[in-house]
């Protein structure tokens, strides 16, 4: 069987090279990881089973086994010069006393990907044999072999579990036609079954989401017609990555465990990259569009190469557009490695498991794939496809489960599917997305790479708009070049261009600005001006719906923003994470929202059929979801109109339901949008809700501890709500830097960002923080480790705030090292746990360290607690809990200093008991509170636990709105 080595890589090929050596020679081979090499990927010393047979006997003594491949081999003539001119190289090293080469070996084995032809006495393999024949004598060689192209692929035939290993890299492009040809155990039944998946995946996922609306023939956008590949950072090393080319990049190497395991981490240029990675971003930043996108770039590599006769027309031309017009224009190219990518949504599969506790995610891609297939797919089947073809693994939206149980038991799942994987040495890669609001690091950080996708930069945003307006004009170039127009002259004004920071908000900025000169200058305003073309374009038929359309304006806004607000209460509740309404519920919905109008039951139920109808067939804003129901495909828009909803109410009924939701992560993006339309449209509101919010920061022991609204306030500030009232914006600034009172967490990073932005242009602002970091400084206490966090954020730039900050941070610092012992230790802790730039040259040298058990901390302050044997129990369950995160006590110095592991958070469901308890609660926050200074990373540690427990409480069902208590 021939295979196609040119895909591997110069790095795989050496891994499948020694992957043969030791299968061929015997186990003495001795494999070299990544890093410089010496001229060997692997060596032997002593005998081996090779060559067999042979009339000079088997090989006995030291052998080097060297791997050469070539980018893009041409014909054999060409093959030929190169080969030897490697080779040719490689010899001279060991020639050369000052090469540093070392050792000169006794056998002698080249390895290659070029074809070398047969032909005696002039072919390439002749030549190639001639030159070492040359060299053997001067290198003391007393054997040596050259496996060139056809050699290995016959030494592949006969160790067909090394060649597994390679499948997804070596097998020919036509593979999903001759699966039995190349994996055991697969019928054509199984083969039919996969194929025709990725085909029907492949067409039923090419448009974008938001695509539909807005055009004015309906038509909808290709995906790959305006998608661009989007920024991210990376986490670990702060460098900025395109993501998609990220990802292929990473799939294009072999990723299972038993290879991984070869290679050698101890060098310093050893590589052993991550299987698993977390794309991290914010409403709209398109995760599940680059998700979708990645998906469908893999499916094009299963299926561009089969024969033409195989595919129907339409996937045909599909493939050829998309790889002759997208992937050059995105700067992308197709995977070398032939991935099978399967998509999960969260929220659909943890409804599943919900109602099926035995629904594991291997079962649920079963019978996900037996859907759209001829023939039923089993586990067990795939569970043969998962270790023997390598696969990519989608893990979409885990911001999207809400309910804190049923998401600890989703990551069970997941881990399970990962054991199981495992044991089969698959070659997965598995990407998982997520909102970072609400997010504890519940995919482990040791175990998955994090990307964060980055705000669109100007280019990249007219970019996108430029690729939008192509496939949305394509006709009309003068209609393209006005609407571009307007886009570019936005994108160079501050206060639109923060609007053009997403994918989502770009597409809405463009379809408004087809019918509007200006663009809208908050994210509120977008998202309703978004709304109000919709409702227009549909009016402007002049047909009988859009007469009706325009005559019940009022009802079919109150029936969306119902809707929204009924599923974003709903989607908190376990079973109910993908959320949405049957046509019965919706009918109801309608008719209830005529018969507060006083409308007679009559014309009530006449009247809700015909406004259902125009609000999801006309507005489209609601459409078929894909486990049942009617709902919002876009979850940015359910928040939206949850928005409008809540602040459709009575003034008393709009504060108090937003106070309810302040500490509320799930809720958060819908407060956003609220508090936009409060500020432009009930502008009477302003001050007492920005009051009144203050309220969730006293309603009890764990909210005095966390102060919700306080994280609120940055928030707020973040979204430049108040940013036309000074203010307005000084009070939210007065609000926010409360948190500087507080234990230093990772949340001052941000703070620091948000607050220089509001500083820089509202001077009044600018006085109150001056003001509280002054006193923080002086007070040589809990503030001013806070305080010299945010000012290490500000020093390194450029500017007057970076110079106070530095001073600042300076005159800190010195307090706190001559208040004692105890603050010594305690400003230590700060670049041990906050790598920040401008604390290096504060950072103490470690002399040892040793695990520090958290029961060891608290169990002398909790023996002072009076409590009853109920709360002792529960207090110790908690603690038990919380001491799964990593704590450290080092031996600097400067002290001994505490350092505290984030990434390994608890199972906060396991937090549930305790924490619900108010006297436990008391008890624990009493007990944080009396931590000494220098344990600052320990409280800080357990308040982001106590206010990731808090964010994730469901708080929708406590909403004081009629629609709630009938539908919620």
């Known amino acids: 069987m021939d295979y196609d080595l040119n895909r591997l890589g110069e790095r795989e ?30 060596t032997f010393e002593g005998k081996v089973d090779f060559p067999d047979p042979d009339p000079d006997g088997l090989w006995e003594g030291y052998g080097v086994i060297q791997a050469k491949f070539r980018y893009r081999p041409t014909d054999t003539g060409s093959n030929t010069t190169w080969l030897k001119g490697h080779l040719k190289d490689e010899f001279e090293k060991w020639l050369d006393p000052n090469s540093g080469r070392g050792r000169r070996p006794d056998y002698f084995l080249a390895v290659s990907n070029v074809v070398l032809s047969p032909y005696p006495g002039s072919g390439g393999i002749d030549s190639v044999n001639a030159l070492i024949e040359e060299y053997a004598p001067q290198l003391g060689l007393k054997g040596y072999r050259v496996w060139h192209y056809d050699q290995l692929c016959r030494l592949l035939d006969g160790a067909p579990e090394v060649a597994r290993r390679y499948y997804g890299l070596i097998t020919p492009g036509d593979v999903l036609a001759r699966l039995h040809d190349y994996i055991r155990g697969v019928d054509d039944g199984v083969q039919d079954s996969l194929s025709s998946h990725v085909a029907k995946e492949l067409l039923a996922e090419q448009w974008v989401r938001l695509g539909q609306a807005g055009d004015s023939d309906d038509q909808r956008l290709r995906l790959d017609r305006v998608a661009i590949d989007l920024p991210a950072r990376l986490d670990r090393e702060g460098t900025k990555v395109h993501t998609a080319a990220y990802v292929i990049a990473r799939g294009n190497r072999i990723l299972r465990p038993s290879l991984r395991a070869q290679d050698d981490t101890s060098s310093p240029d050893a590589t052993s990259p991550s299987d698993r990675l977390v794309l991290l971003g914010g409403p709209g930043q398109g995760k599940t569009t680059l998700a979708q996108l990645i998906c469908q770039i893999y499916r094009v590599a299963l299926l561009a190469d089969l024969p033409d006769q195989s595919l129907p027309a339409e996937v045909r031309s599909f493939c050829a557009e998309f790889t002759g017009a997208f992937l050059g224009s995105a700067g992308l190219e197709l995977p070398v490695a032939r991935r099978w990518p399967f998509h999960v949504r969260l929220d659909q599969y943890a409804d599943r498991f919900a109602a099926d506790p035995n629904m594991t995610i291997l079962r649920y891609i079963a019978r996900k794939v037996s859907q759209r297939a001829p023939a ?49 040495d698959a070659d997965l890669l598995t990407i998982a997305t997520t909102r970072p609001q609400g997010y504890g690091d ?328 001056e003001a509280e970091i002054s006193d923080a400084v002086a007070s040589a206490g809990t503030a001013t480790l806070s305080v010299l966090i945010v000012c290490a954020t500000w020093a390194t730039g450029t500017g007057t705030l970076a110079g106070k900050a530095k001073s600042w941070l300076r005159q800190g610092v010195a307090n706190l090292r001559t208040a004692g012992r105890e603050r010594q230790q305690a400003v230590a802790g700060l670049p041990v746990n906050f790598r920040l730039s401008a604390f290096r040259e504060y950072e103490p040298h470690e002399q040892s360290s040793e695990p520090v058990a958290l029961s060891a901390v608290l169990d002398p302050l909790l023996s002072e607690k009076d409590l009853d044997q109920r709360e002792r129990q529960l207090t110790r369950k908690a603690v038990e809990a919380l001491a799964e995160a990593g704590i450290w006590r080092q031996e600097t110095d400067g002290g001994r200093v505490i350092k505290v592991d984030h990434r390994h958070l608890p199972d906060l469901s396991l937090l549930d008991g305790p924490f619900e308890d108010q006297q436990v609660m008391k008890t624990l926050i009493g007990v944080v509170d009396a931590l000494g200074l220098e344990h600052w990373p320990i409280a800080s540690l357990l308040r982001r636990v106590l206010g990731l427990w808090l964010e994730r409480r469901p708080v929708g069902q406590r909403i004081s709105m009629p629609i709630i208590s009938d539908h919620g």
């Open 376 to 424: 039923t797919v089993t586990e067990q089947q795939l569970l043969g496809w998962l270790g023997q073809w390598p696969w990519l693994l989608v893990l979409d939206g885990l911001d999207e489960v809400a309910d804190q149980q049923l998401r600890e038991e989703l990551l069970r799942h997941i881990k399970d599917f990962q054991v199981d994987a495992a044991r089969r």
């Open 13 to 42: 090929f050496e891994h499948l090279t020694q992957a043969l050596a030791i299968k061929v020679l015997g186990p003495g081979v001795e494999a070299f990881g990544d890093g410089a090499d010496g001229g060997r990927e692997a």
């Open 442 to 769: 519940e995919f482990d950080p040791y175990q998955y790479e994090y990307l964060s996708l980055c705000p669109l930069e100007e280019d990249q945003a007219v970019k996108y708009a430029e690729r939008l307006a192509g496939a949305r004009h394509a006709s009309d170039p003068d209609k393209q070049e006005q609407v571009l127009g307007r886009i570019r002259k936005a994108a160079r004004e501050q206060r639109t261009s923060r609007l053009m920071r997403s994918p989502l908000q770009i597409s809405i900025m463009s379809l408004l600005l087809e019918r509007r000169p200006t663009a809208p200058q908050h994210r509120y305003d977008l998202f309703r001006g978004y709304y109000e073309t919709l409702f227009a374009r549909e009016v402007a038929k002049a047909t009988g719906s859009a007469i009706l359309l325009e005559h019940h304006k009022t009802h079919v806004d109150a029936l969306q923003e119902a809707v929204g607000l009924v599923l974003q209460v709903r989607s908190e509740q376990r079973g109910d994470a993908e959320a949405a309404l049957s046509d019965k519920e919706l009918r109801q919905l309608a008719t209830r929202i005529l018969r507060q109008e006083e409308y007679d039951a009559d014309q009530a139920d006449i009247l809700s059929g015909k406004l259902v109808s125009l609000a999801t067939q006309r507005l489209v804003l609601l459409t078929p979801m894909p486990a049942g129901g009617i709902g919002f495909e876009i979850r940015s828009l359910q928040e939206f109109m949850a928005a409008r909803a809540l602040v459709s109410a009575s003034d008393i009924e709009v504060i108090a339901n937003l106070v309810t939701l302040v500490p509320s992560a799930h809720w958060r993006n819908t407060w956003l949008l609220a508090a936009g339309r409060i500020f432009l449209e009930r502008a009477h509101l302003r001050g007492d809700v920005l009051s009144q919010m203050r309220s969730a920061d006293v309603s009890d022991a764990l909210s005095r501890a966390i102060t919700p609204a306080a994280h609120l306030a940055v928030d707020l500030l973040e979204e430049q709500i108040a940013e036309t009232s000074p203010r307005y914006q000084t009070l939210l600034v007065q609000h926010a830097v409360e948190l500087l009172r507080k234990t230093p967490g990772r949340h001052l990073v941000p703070l620091a960002d948000v607050l220089a932005s509001v500083m820089a242009q509202n001077p009044t602002a600018s006085d109150v923080v």
